[in-house]
C-alpha cells in the first residue's frame, strides 16, 4: 500500500473480537459470518486491487431484519461497518477495514417482482445489473444504466456509486432509474424511500443516498426502472486526424439535436492497442476515432445516421464507416470495449483514471496530458464517453519497478486537478472511495466539505458507515454543531428593505 | 417586518446572518408566485430573491446552463429555445391553477418545488436534471456542491438534495442544470370513449411498446371538454404523445394505431395544437377555475391509480384526470378535503405520496399538506433540516408543523 493514510484502528474493537463474532453468529446463523482468515481473503479487496486488507470479520446476512439488527449492534457497541455488494468498485468504496465489520450483501440475490403494466423490476441488492436485463428480456425489456462490469456488479453497488455507462447520456445515469429503495440506517432504522410511484413526498433522501458510497445507509430493496428495447441500433466508426477535429463533431452532432445512444472517442495509443488486440478494422493513421452509436426505430436511426455521416465529414473525417449488420456493429464495439485489457497487454500494470470536463477542454487536457506523460515516464492512454465529457485515462506502468506505483498515483492525481482546473471534477461515475478522496479539497473548501459531512450526521451521528471514505477527514458530528452567529443589528445597510 | 432584496450572494449571507442573530425566521421566496402551495407561513420577515437574477453560464453545445436563483423560469425558457434547447423536464406553471397570472417563478422556486410535466414518464423531473448549486445554509454559510458537467459523482449530490426542499434547507443562489435539445416536432394520438380502466391498459400497452411514448394521460369526458378550447369535445379522451424527428414521430405513430386498433376511434392532434394541449395539461387547466375549491395532486403506482378514484368517487363529488399512464393524478374535490380518504386509499392502492396543492390558506394550516412520513423517516428528515438550518430560521414549518 502508498501513501494512503486509513482511520486508525481502535484497539478496543480489535480486543472485543471474539465477543462481537458471537454476537454475530447469535444474529445470522450458519455460515453467514465468516472469521476464519483464509476464508476471508476474498474480501481484502475490491476491484482497485492496489489496496487490501482484511477485515475485523465478515457477515453475510439473509434477510432485513438481519441487516437492521447487525446494524443496530455495531452502533450500540460503536463497532464500525463497511457495506459491500459484489466487490467491483473501482475506487476503493468496499475496501475493508482492520477494525470494521465486512458486511456483504450477496445473499441478497432474488427477484422480487418484475411489473410489466407499471414498468418497475423491484429486486434485492445484490441481485447483478445484468440480471436485472436477464429477467426481463424476454418481454423485450432491458435495464438502462449499463456499467462496464454490469454482469458482475450488484445493483445495490450501483445505487451507492450512481453508477453511469456508456448509454447514460441518454438514458440517465442510476438516480434516474431508480424509483425507490428499502434501506436500514446505521441505528437499525429500517426506511422506505419512493416505490413504484415517482419522486418524493418530502426531502430528495433517495437522491442524497444515490452515490452516497455506502457511508449513508445499507440499502437492501431496489425499484428500477425497465424500458422497452429500442428497434434497432447501428454505429458509425470515425477516424480523425486531430481531437480537435473530433470534438467539433461531437458538438456539432449535439448541435443538430440529436443525442446518440451512445458516442465514444479514443486516442491513437488507445486505438493503437485495441487494434492490435482485437482486430476491429480501426484506421492506425488517426489521432482521434469516435464511435457514435444510434438506436431506435429503424427510420430515425436511418435518419440520423445520414445526419451525423453528414457532419462527420464536414469535419474532416478520414474514415467514416456505417454498420451494415449487427455484426459489423459489434465488431466496432469490440475494440472499444476491449481497450482495458488491451491496454492490459502492453503493460504489466495500468491504473484507470475517471475525471469529467467540459467537452471543448478536451485538446487541452489532452495535450496537458502528454506533457505530464513526458514528465513522469509514463505512457497513457485515453478513452473518453465524449457525448458527456467523461475521460478515462489509463495510465500505464510497471509496479515490478520500484515507485512506479507512486510515480502513476502521482500521474494520476495530476490529472485530476487539472480537469477540475478547466471546470471539470473529480470523478464521473467512478466514485471517489479511498482513490480520490485526499484529493477532495481540489474541489471543495471546508464549508462545503463540511455540510457534506453534516449530511452524514443526519444518517450516522457516529461515523460508523464505512469510515476513511470520500472524505479527507471527518469531523466529529458535535464539533461541526456548532454555530458562529455575528450577534447582529441589522447590518447591512445596502439590502433594500419596505 | 422588513423584506430583504439582496442583489448578490454576500448580501444573501448578510441577511441569513441577521436573521440567525436576531433569531428571526424568514420567508424564502423569488417571485411569491408560488406562497398558494405548501403549508402557509407566520414569518414576520421575508428574503426575496427576484433581484439576484441572471444568466452567468450558458453553453448550448456542453448542454449546460446556469443562472441565479431569482432569474425567471420564462426568461430562461425563451433563451434556451433560441437554441433549439429546452428544460427536458417541462416544468409546469401553477400561476393558472392558483389564480395567478402564467408565466411568473424563478429557477429557485422551480427547483425548491422539483418542478417538472408530462414528460416526466421519459425525462424525469428538475432534480434529474440538477448538476450543481450554490447554496448559503440555515448557518448562514455559503457552500457548493455538484459542478458544471453531465457526468458527476463527486461527494453526496446535495443539488438533488435542495430539490423538492421547499426553502427549508438552504437558500439557493445560483444552479447550474443540464438542458437538452428540444424535440423537433410532436404528435398526439387521441384514443376516444375510452372508460377509465380501459384507458388505464392502453396507456400500459403504449408505454411499455417501442413507441417511446413522451406522455400519456386520460382525459374523462367533462375533463377533455375543458382543454384547447373544446377542441377534443366531450368524449372521454386518452392521449399519448410522440416527440422526436418528424420521420420517427410518423413511423411510430402508424405503429401506436396498429397496435392498438382495437381500442378505440382514434384521432390525431399534431404540432402546435399538440404542443398546447400538453401545456394545458401539464399546468392543470381544466381545473384552473379561478376558485379556491380543493385540488390534490396524488403520485402513486400508474395502474392502481384508477381504482382509488373510482373508490374515492362511492365516497365524495370528485373531478379527476390523469397524466403520468396514470401514475400523477389531479383531484378537484367538490367539497371537503377528504385526507384521511384520499391517503387511506392510496395506502390501499399500492403507495405513493398526495399533496394538497389548492385550497384556502386555512384549510393549508390544518390539513398535512404534504404525505405524513412514518416515524423513523419523519425523525431522519428532521435531522437532516436541523443539519442544514440548526435554528429552524428558514421558512420555518413550510412542509410540516415544527419543521
Not at chain 1, 79 to 98: F, N
Not at chain 1, 142 to 151: E, L, N
Not at chain 1, 406 to 412: D, I, L, Q, T, V
Request: proline letters at 6%; charged letters at 20%; a negative charge.
Amino acid at each position: 500500500m502508498t501513501g494512503l493514510t486509513m482511520p486508525k484502528s481502535d484497539e478496543a474493537t480489535l480486543g472485543r473480537r471474539a465477543e462481537i463474532v458471537t454476537a454475530l453468529r447469535a444474529i445470522v446463523p450458519g455460515e453467514g459470518v465468516v472469521d476464519v482468515t483464509n476464508e476471508m481473503r476474498a474480501f481484502e479487496s475490491d476491484a482497485l486491487t492496489a489496496y487490501r486488507q482484511l477485515p475485523l470479520v465478515v457477515v453475510l446476512p439473509q434477510t432485513v431484519a438481519q441487516v437492521s439488527r447487525v446494524l443496530k449492534y455495531c452502533h450500540e457497541n460503536n463497532v464500525k461497518v463497511v457495506p459491500r455488494g459484489s466487490g467491483t468498485s473501482l475506487s476503493g468504496g468496499a475496501l475493508p477495514l482492520e477494525d470494521a465489520v465486512l458486511l456483504v450483501m450477496s445473499r441478497f440475490n432474488r427477484i422480487l417482482e418484475i411489473d410489466f403494466p407499471n414498468r418497475v423490476a423491484v429486486v434485492q441488492p445484490g441481485v447483478t445489473n445484468l440480471g436485472i436485463t436477464k429477467a426481463v428480456e424476454h418481454e423485450g425489456f432491458y435495464y438502462a444504466p449499463d456499467p462496464s462490469s454490469q454482469i458482475a456488479c450488484s445493483i445495490g453497488g450501483n445505487v451507492a456509486e450512481n453508477s453511469g455507462g456508456v448509454h447514460c447520456l441518454k438514458y440517465g445515469l442510476t438516480a434516474n432509474n431508480v424509483l425507490g429503495i428499502e434501506m436500514v440506517l446505521i441505528n437499525g432504522d429500517i426506511i422506505r424511500l419512493g416505490g413504484k410511484h415517482l419522486d418524493s413526498d418530502g426531502y430528495d433522501l433517495l437522491g442524497l443516498m444515490t452515490g452516497s458510497e455506502g457511508l449513508l445507509g445499507v440499502v437492501t430493496e431496489v425499484t428500477v426502472r425497465i424500458l422497452q428495447k429500442p428497434t434497432t441500433a447501428r454505429a458509425l466508426m470515425v477516424g480523425f486526424p486531430t481531437s480537435e477535429e473530433a470534438g467539433q463533431c461531437v458538438a456539432d452532432v449535439i448541435a443538430a439535436g440529436i443525442i446518440p445512444g451512445g458516442m465514444e472517442m479514443m486516442d491513437r495509443p488507445a486505438i493503437h492497442a485495441a487494434e492490435d488486440f482485437v482486430h476491429a478494422g480501426y484506421p492506425l493513421d488517426v489521432e482521434a476515432l469516435l464511435i457514435v452509436e444510434l438506436d431506435g426505430p429503424v427510420v430515425e436511426v436511418d435518419h440520423l445516421i445520414a445526419m451525423v455521416e453528414a457532419i462527420a465529414r464536414k469535419n474532416g473525417a478520414t474514415t467514416c464507416v456505417v454498420s451494415q449488420s449487427e455484426e459489423e456493429r459489434m465488431i466496432f464495439w469490440a475494440g472499444r470495449k476491449a481497450a482495458f485489457p488491451a491496454v492490459g497487454r502492453i503493460s504489466p500494470d495500468y491504473l484507470c483514471m475517471d475525471g469529467t470536463i467540459p467537452r471543448k477542454e478536451l485538446p487541452k487536457v489532452l495535450a496537458g496530458m502528454r506533457e505530464l506523460s513526458e514528465k513522469y515516464g509514463l505512457r497513457v492512454a485515453n478513452v473518453f464517453h465524449a457525448g458527456d465529457g467523461n475521460l478515462h485515462p489509463l495510465i500505464l506502468y510497471d509496479a515490478n519497478i520500484p515507485e512506479q506505483l507512486h510515480k502513476a498515483e502521482s500521474f494520476g492525481a495530476d490529472i485530476l486537478r487539472l480537469c477540475v482546473k478547466v471546470g471539470g471534477v473529480l470523478t464521473g461515475e467512478h466514485g471517489v472511495g479511498v482513490e480520490k478522496r485526499d484529493l477532495m479539497p481540489e474541489m471543495f473548501n471546508d464549508t462545503d466539505l463540511n455540510q457534506q459531512i453534516r449530511v452524514k450526521c443526519a444518517f450516522d451521528d457516529k461515523h460508523l458507515l464505512n469510515p476513511g471514505k470520500v472524505f479527507p477527514q471527518l469531523h466529529r458530528c458535535a464539533e461541526l454543531g456548532r454555530m458562529h452567529v455575528h450577534q447582529g443589528k441589522m447590518p447591512f445597510p445596502d439590502i433594500p428593505r419596505f | 417586518m422588513s423584506i430583504f432584496q439582496p442583489k448578490s450572494e454576500d448580501e444573501i449571507v448578510e441577511a441569513v446572518q441577521w436573521a440567525l442573530g436576531a433569531n428571526a425566521p424568514v420567508e424564502v421566496v423569488g417571485q411569491g408566485s408560488k406562497r398558494g402551495l405548501g403549508r402557509p407561513l407566520q414569518t414576520e420577515h421575508t428574503i426575496a430573491l427576484s433581484d439576484y437574477a441572471g444568466v452567468t453560464l450558458y453553453e448550448p453545445h456542453e448542454l449546460v446552463l446556469s443562472a441565479k436563483a431569482g432569474t425567471p423560469v420564462a426568461e430562461l425558457e425563451a433563451l434556451l429555445a433560441a437554441s433549439r434547447q429546452a428544460f427536458q423536464f417541462e416544468p409546469m406553471d401553477y400561476g393558472p391553477l392558483l389564480g395567478q397570472p402564467a408565466g411568473q417563478g424563478t429557477l429557485g422556486g422551480l427547483l425548491a418545488t422539483n418542478l417538472c410535466g408530462p414528460r416526466r414518464l421519459k425525462a424525469g423531473s428538475a432534480r434529474d436534471h440538477v448538476l450543481g448549486v450554490r447554496v448559503v445554509s440555515g448557518r448562514g454559510e455559503l457552500f457548493k456542491s455538484g459542478g458544471r458537467v453531465v457526468k458527476n459523482v463527486t461527494g453526496y449530490d446535495l443539488s438533488k438534495g435542495m430539490a423538492n426542499s421547499w426553502g427549508t434547507l438552504g437558500i439557493a443562489t445560483e444552479i447550474t442544470f443540464k438542458v437538452l435539445p428540444a424535440p423537433e416536432t410532436e404528435s398526439t394520438l387521441v384514443i376516444r370513449g375510452l372508460a377509465d380502466d380501459e384507458a388505464a391498459r392502453a396507456m400500459a400497452i403504449a408505454t411499455g411498446s417501442s413507441g417511446e411514448v413522451a406522455s400519456a394521460a386520460h382525459l374523462p369526458g367533462n375533463v377533455a371538454a375543458r382543454v384547447i378550447d373544446g377542441a377534443l369535445g366531450g368524449e372521454a379522451s386518452t392521449l399519448l404523445r410522440l416527440e422526436g424527428f418528424a420521420p420517427s414521430v410518423a413511423d411510430r405513430m402508424t405503429m401506436l394505431k396498429n397496435l392498438l386498433a382495437s381500442a378505440g376511434e382514434m384521432a390525431d392532434v399534431s404540432g402546435d395544437q399538440s404542443r398546447r394541449l400538453w401545456q394545458e395539461i401539464r399546468d392543470v387547466i381544466p381545473f384552473a377555475d379561478g376558485t379556491e375549491q380543493l385540488v390534490w395532486r396524488v403520485s402513486m403506482v400508474p395502474m392502481e391509480a384508477c381504482k382509488l378514484v373510482a373508490s374515492l368517487r362511492m365516497g365524495a363529488a370528485v373531478d379527476a384526470y390523469y397524466d403520468w399512464q396514470g401514475g400523477l393524478v389531479w383531484l378537484r374535490m367538490e367539497g371537503e378535503p377528504e385526507a384521511d380518504a384520499v391517503r387511506a386509499l392510496l395506502r390501499k392502492y399500492g403507495g405513493g405520496h398526495a399533496t394538497l396543492v389548492r385550497g384556502p390558506a386555512s384549510v393549508r394550516a390544518a390539513v398535512p399538506v404534504f404525505e405524513p412520513q412514518a416515524a423513523p423517516l419523519a425523525a431522519l428528515s428532521k435531522r437532516l433540516k436541523q443539519q442544514f438550518d440548526p435554528s429552524g430560521i428558514l421558512n420555518p414549518g413550510r412542509m410540516v408543523a415544527g419543521v
